[in-house]
């Protein structure tokens, strides 16, 4: 049953007397208790903070004088107590409450400055199941649920950002207004929430729960941007602490703030070019929204850009560049020449930074390693009222048995093109159909609505690059092409075909699968089925 309010105002400011802090996160906490106290606020506190506070020579009291309870079970138990919770809920203004503290010896607390155990921060650090659960806290989410919902007259802080605020109102007001009260409240409960989620999400995994009956997403603000997608469109960046190398985690050198545009840009191509191991050389993709418009592996990353570059120099302008290496100077002597939005890659050479520097607009982005793109993680899009949420999408084409569906095998040379053409294509908006050859990119068909339509746009980028070039042929001669997913009749392969295909490697599983193989058979055209389908909506 619903609890009715007594509807008792709010008072617009509140003076505060007595403050509770609690926090993991001891930054900037002896200055603010400093603070505090010269304002005459009595500070009470717990385990480690009261011990970071009193070796700071501050005055502080014990939490445990307060509860008459000593810490126990290893501070499992320190603020669970009516004397703490009472003080944080007890309504100022209601003479049945302010009965109850009397009759109980309960004394009001009006702030409460408290962060939670780095919950979030050992996970990534790769803890074990016992260590997990024992960084999850328990009195701290309580006493700063029990604080914002009696934010009519208590002040919960649960992020050192925002202490000096808090402290410009206490010395210019003499207090703290409702308003942002209001506001601490709502930033509060998000971050309970944001913390709850990072551990329902962490057991659901561990414990192989695929669709737990509650999914929760959760993030902390990275930067609020000046638009979305559009001008007209808000738009913010979170992370989800998620310890992934990528545009969230990375640190950017040079250049203005990114864009919503740029870090979704950003995120695809770096997640592209993660497909290929530094090991096996040099690797650059190139992406112009969210779809590749140059892939390529080279003997030097230099050769990889420029041969990437070269399968769309048109879209290539002001797109997004990501390598799998450090980038050296001669890389970034090419990149320059170019105007380029984003770089982002691995590391980065004293020398290219210097090179870099001549572009001030170009942001350069270094993450200090590569994702593992076989690694197991979540996937979410929102819908109307509601959310799709699935697993990365962790197939590689090394993990998969290639099925020879044709009377011609393919060679060991088409083998490596229908490969790297394949691992390009799961990066593709569907339908996808990418043709390469000898580690490049000859040409990307994205995102149409017929699959033969998708091989025409390939087939005509190539050609455009090849005059560009000036190159007698386009390199979809010989090429190897790649569909994301099964060739539904065999006008798709035909038009490949045409382009010049001799292999085409697709996850088969149509219906008319023998019409498309007797039509390969009919041009001489080497097929395999890899049983594995790669949408990309």
Not at 204 to 230: C, F, I, Q, S, W
Request: one cysteine or more.
């Amino acid at each position: 049953m619903a609890v009715q309010s007594k509807r008792i105002p709010a008072p617009d400011l509140v003076t505060v007397k007595t403050a509770l802090i609690s926090v993991s996160d001891k930054s900037g906490v002896v200055e603010l208790a400093r603070d505090l106290i010269a304002l005459g606020v009595t500070i009470l506190s717990t385990g480690g903070t009261f011990k970071a506070l009193s070796e700071a020579g501050l005055a502080v009291t014990d939490v445990s004088q307060v509860t008459g309870f000593p810490e126990i079970m290893d501070g499992r138990v320190k603020t669970l107590h009516p004397n703490v919770h009472g003080g944080l809920l007890a309504i100022r203004d209601d003479a049945d409450h302010q009965k109850a503290m009397a009759d109980h010896g309960i004394s009001a607390i009006d702030l409460s400055i408290i962060n939670l155990y780095p919950f979030e921060e050992v996970r990534a650090k790769g803890a074990d199941y016992p260590e997990s659960v024992e960084n999850i806290d328990i009195g701290g989410p309580a006493m700063i649920r029990a604080s914002a919902k009696n934010h009519a007259y208590v002040t919960v802080i649960t992020d050192p950002a925002d202490y000096s605020t808090l402290v410009d109102h206490l010395k210019s007001e003499g207090g703290t207004p409702y308003r942002f009260r209001q506001l601490m409240a709502q930033k509060a409960y998000a971050r309970t929430a944001a913390y709850d989620t990072a551990i329902a999400n962490w057991m659901a995994e561990d414990l192989g729960v695929d669709a737990p009956r509650y999914r929760t997403v959760g993030g902390v603000l990275r930067e609020e941007m000046r638009y979305g997608e559009n001008p007209h469109q808000k738009a913010a960046f979170y992370v989800t602490g998620e310890n992934r190398p990528g545009v969230a985690t990375a640190a950017l050198l040079q250049g203005k703030q990114l864009s919503y545009n740029n870090i979704n840009d950003t995120d695809a191509a770096f997640e592209l070019v993660a497909e290929f191991s530094p090991e096996k050389g040099p690797a650059c993709a190139i992406i112009k929204h969210a779809n590749p418009c140059g892939v390529a592996t080279g003997g030097s990353l230099r050769d990889a850009y420029l041969k990437a570059l070269a399968c769309d120099s048109t879209s290539a302008f002001g797109g997004i560049i990501a390598l799998n290496s450090l980038l050296d100077a001669e890389t970034a002597q090419e990149i320059v020449k170019l105007f380029t939005e984003v770089i982002i890659a691995p590391e980065v050479s004293d020398e290219a930074k210097a090179i870099i520097a001549t572009k001030p607009n170009l942001r350069l982005l270094t993450t200090g390693a590569l994702p593992d793109p076989r690694h197991p993680g979540l996937t979410a899009k929102t819908v109307s009222g509601g959310l799709l949420v699935q697993a990365r999408d962790a197939g590689a084409i090394d993990d998969v048995t290639l099925k020879v569906v044709t009377k011609r095998a393919p060679t060991a040379q088409e083998i490596e093109d229908l490969k790297f053409a394949y691992t390009v294509a799961k990066h593709v908006k569907s339908n996808a159909v990418v043709y390469a050859k000898d580690g490049q990119t000859a040409g990307i068909g994205a995102g149409q609505m017929s699959r033969v339509d998708s091989a025409r746009i390939a087939a005509i980028k190539a050609e455009d690059a090849a005059k560009a070039a000036g190159w007698a042929e386009p390199k979809t001669r010989g090429s190897a092409a790649a569909s994301e997913a099964f060739l539904p009749f065999a006008d798709g392969l035909l038009s490949m075909i045409a382009a010049g295909a001799t292999s085409v490697i697709q996850p088969g599983g149509s219906m008319r699968d023998q019409e498309v193989i007797d039509a390969a058979d009919a041009h001489g055209v080497a097929m395999v089925f890899t049983g594995m389908r790669h949408f990309r909506h």
